[in-house]
């Protein structure tokens, strides 16, 4: 483990039982683990809000990977609190969601459950915030979904892509190893208007319009699951729209973008993106 996540780990050791967590000196937050935002057991968000700060703060939704059929958000605990520590006046949601299965889509479930999210923290929160939906891998693909096709309220103040497909479509990800599983069981046949596919549907490149959230990507320039021509492709859409945006590639693979470095990058980038977004 490198020290930046031996780090990390110290700190959530340390505050595990604890109803606050310390990330430094100067910042702390009131945290709430496991809480309930639907009946069902997969429908569950780690919730943190800072001390001593004024309400009406930006909320960050902590939306993780494993495509559509696993993961958890205890995979991006280091790092929402590496994050936490560089925008401590910021709330944060780490969620889960339903994960699909050969018995289950994942679409509308997943954007469903983002949607329910933003509901159910709008009534704790007792504010309406502006909301930044941060993903990795499938992830990043339901936090571009969601906010391109299904925020229609435009509560979407920005949107974080980590290694995310943004046009399902593409030759170069049909390579994908479990490309059956997307096209057979990512969206409910059921949801469909006549004419459009199911790739299309789920291709959060397909509902850009000049409307659409301001966006900041990353991309492995070694990513054997996200071909970098999603990078050109989700670019295109987005300059050709009109939508400000930032897109950058970093040394690795689909996973490396959580280590010391790339994380540290992709924070700092974040941060430096999210100033533009405030000036708009």
């Not at 994960?99 to 999210?117: H, M, Y």
């Not at 590639?249 to 977004?277: C, Q, R, Y």
Request: glycine residues 6%; charged residues 20%.
């Amino acid at each position: 483990m490198n020290k930046f996540l031996a780090l990390l780990f110290f700190v959530l050791l340390l505050n595990c039982k604890e109803k606050t967590i310390n990330i430094s000196k100067d910042i702390t937050f009131d945290k709430q683990m496991d809480i309930s935002y639907g009946n069902d057991s997969e429908q569950k968000l780690d919730l943190y809000i800072p001390k001593n700060t004024q309400q009406n703060k930006d909320l960050f939704i902590i939306i993780h990977g494993g495509g559509w059929k696993g993961g958890n958000k205890s995979q991006l605990t280091y790092f929402t609190l590496s994050m936490m520590e560089k925008f401590p006046k910021c709330v944060f949601a780490n969620i889960n969601y339903r994960l699909a299965s050969e018995n289950r889509f994942g679409i509308p479930n997943q954007t469903d459950d983002i949607d329910n999210v933003i509901l159910f923290l709008e009534k704790t929160l007792k504010y309406k915030p502006n909301i930044i939906l941060l993903g990795n891998s499938a992830g990043g693909h339901l936090s571009m979904l969601y906010s391109y096709k299904f925020d229609d309220n435009k509560r979407i103040k920005a949107v974080v892509n980590i290694v995310g497909p943004a046009d399902l479509s593409d030759p170069n990800f049909k390579n994908y190893y479990d490309y059956s599983f997307v096209e057979n069981h990512l969206v409910d046949p059921a949801i469909l208007s006549k004419g459009i596919s199911i790739e299309d549907y789920a291709s959060p490149v397909y509902w850009i319009t000049k409307n659409a959230s301001p966006t900041i990507s990353f991309y492995g320039n070694n990513d054997t699951v996200i071909p970098l021509s999603q990078k050109k492709i989700l670019d295109s859409a987005l300059n050709k729209n009109g939508i400000l945006n930032q897109s950058f590639e970093f040394p690795g693979g689909h996973l490396d973008w959580g280590n010391e470095k790339n994380a540290s990058f992709v924070i700092h980038s974040v941060s430096e993106f999210l100033m533009h977004t405030d000036k708009k």
